[in-house]
């Protein structure tokens, strides 16, 4: 899929804008393949910094999920989930803050966020956060949480 971006509309005409309706459109998916990492917000959530692929594009900050992983949360409901998440965002901003990400298999999640498999330095982050143990896989659908996140992190194989 190709986009055209013009720096001001064709036409200001938005007659055509009368009888739309939710179903005659489809979401905004933003044709972002790299970024500079700005912020890590837990495990699985960063914020990018890129540029839009048209000319004199501003930096735009993207929210990103990261794909195909679940981490514990921030704001989670035991101490154990509190501690493995901190841990986990200890490792994403260890391994990435401040670094260019290539995005690859962009899309939309649930909440409209950016879901893409993230990678610095060629390194899957949802791989690299399975293989330490502080994240379980995720399609999407169900979450299956370990009961106890500590517990798991600690249960090295």
Known sequence: MSFIFRSK?????????QNIE???TIPFIPPVKRGKVI?????DTITIASKMPWKDSPIYRFSVRINGIDCAEIRG???SEKQCAILAREHVDHISN???????????EKYGRVLADVYVDNVSIGE??????LAVSYD??????PDDWMEYFMKKE
């Open 77 to 79: 409901k035991t101490e």
């Open 140 to 145: 999407g659908g169900r979450k299956h949480c």
């Open 98 to 108: 401040g670094k260019i990400v290539r995005l690859e298999n962009v899309s939309l």
């Open 9 to 17: 509309p064709a036409t200001d005409d938005i007659t055509y804008l």
């Open 128 to 133: 690299s956060l399975i293989e330490k143990r």
């Open 22 to 24: 939710y179903k005659d």
């Open 39 to 43: 912020k890590v917000y837990d495990g």
